[in-house]
């Protein structure tokens, strides 16, 4: 199982479960996890960002190749985000950043996002959008971080083709059929994960709404618990062959892919080939 | 490494395994029931968002759903088409109806709850009357209208509750950017449990922003934490137990617009002894309504 939504460190609001990362990975491994991709928790309040991703990236290697697969953060309203994404791929061996919009105060209609996002589709780099973090009606009463409203994107697809986008927690639209939404569920470079998927027969809906191939596991633990997705994943009516597709090989496919765009760049190719084997590709 | 279905089998398998779902390898889902020991009940379910034009197709899909999990028995609410939050008799009386169909098409799997509301105290009591005392509904609730619960037009149908001894299920919310009107607070329930200490009340949700509903209903005994209807936020139900004591906290998952995967996890996936879930699971609502289904005769 490859669970592309976990956060390492603390909710900025409570202290979780597993939240001090050795426990958390040895958690995850209990529950048959091969590998993780994880953000930081800090990149959510810290206008630190290349310290948050120094430390994330040495949290990840500390619990060997592979295994928990770091996943930095850039913030593109702070001067020098280029420098942040450079490091993220070519000094912390990332195949992605995650980042959060709604915790740093931009929409995606952003002229600065898109910069990000045609920067990153360059580098072969998967971007995860964290929709949301946490139910808004939950969050502390004097920071609200509302969902981000994905719409903006149906404008944006069309023009980034090799861009490999991936929704985290994009759990507050569900039953909204806007022809935006239509749009993005049905873009071949955006994936989904499951970790905010609600409703009896949620999942299967998900998949009948975008494609078997672009739903990915993701538990957002641990600020759920993790056997939320999992549950999800194995109660549903899917085929096994489905089930097995989204808990791990969609995310290796894409990681894969991602690994092959890494390689082709100039003067990191045999990391990218580092990286590829890391993977056991 | 190339993934395979034994490699998967057994990945998948790991995860279940501790979260006490055994798996195994059956198709499609490869997923077996909870052990028996757990008896899941699940105290909050509605019929709204659920597959199925009728009561009966929708019980159907839901029991379907269960069995994936091994929930053995809902505990059916009104809620069938979108909701209402001032309804008219007519439309309380059609989804108590719609409610009393679903579990007539599975008795074995369903017991029915009561929907009433306090804007017409008179006609509630009736259909009080006529679904618990002379019909085969168990409970009351989800009690959820634009009236808080603190209210006294709730006292008259919390004292049928109590005569007839079957527990209330109240929503509860503490939203953050305030409730809807009307809505209901832990802190409204308390104040109707104190005036009510032999009511056996159970707050929905536990308010949602749990850490502080908790709290709220820490020192009224009487009152019971329902753990459904929320994202599955890791520490809910540890948190719940720490303060509460494990006989105080009561699964649910509030389905249809929640999955029963998601919200059984908040027990199965929290640290917590085995005894724990157990009551959690549902030795707790048995206990609550040992009464009502003795004198119905009904089994628990």
Redesign the interface.
Known sequence: ?IDTNVHLFQWPF?????DDPDEFVLKLK?????QAWAGSFEALLNRDVSGVNERLAAACRKHGAGYLIPFGCVNPHFPGWEEDLRRCQEIHRMPGVRIYPNYHGYSLADPALIQLLASAANRGMIVQIALSM????????LM?APPVDPKPLAKILPGMPELKLMLLNAGYWDGDDAPEIRTIRAAANVWFDIA???????LDRLVAATAVNRVVFGSH????????A???????????QQ??RI???NA?QLLRDSAYSFKQLGGIEQDGEQFAKMR?H | ?A?T?RT?L???????I??H?P?GAQ?????EPLPKQFRAWDAHSHLD???GNTPEERMD??VR?MD??GIERLIVSQGFDEFEDRPTPQQVRVENDRVMRAVRHRPDRAYGSLFVSPADVEFSLREFDRCVRDGPMVCVGELQCDVRCNAPALDPIVARAEALDVPILQHT?I???GNDVGESTPRDLVELARRHPKAKLICGHTG??W?IGIRAIRDTPNIYADIAG??????FT?MAVRELGAERVIYGSD????????Q???V????LPSYAKELILGGNIRRLLAPVLEAKGLPS
């Open positions: 199982m409570r202290r979780l479960p597993a209990a529950r048959g996890v091969e946490e139910d808004p009606r939950m969050q502390f009463p609200p905010m998927n609600e409703g009896v027969g949620g633990a641990p600020f759920f618990y993790f056997e939320a999992l549950l999800k994943l194995l109660s549903s009516e899917l085929p096994l089930q097995m808990s791990a090989e290796r056991g | 490494m993934i279905r998967a057994k990945s998948l398998a790991a995860g279940l501790s979260a779902v798996v198709e499609p889902a490869g997923l968002q659920v597959p899909y839901l759903c994936k999990l919310w939203k953050t950017g949602g922003n850490e929320s994202d599955p936020t890791a520490g540890e389905v249809g617009g929640r999955s029963f995967a998601s059984i996890a908040k199965l996936g929290a640290d």
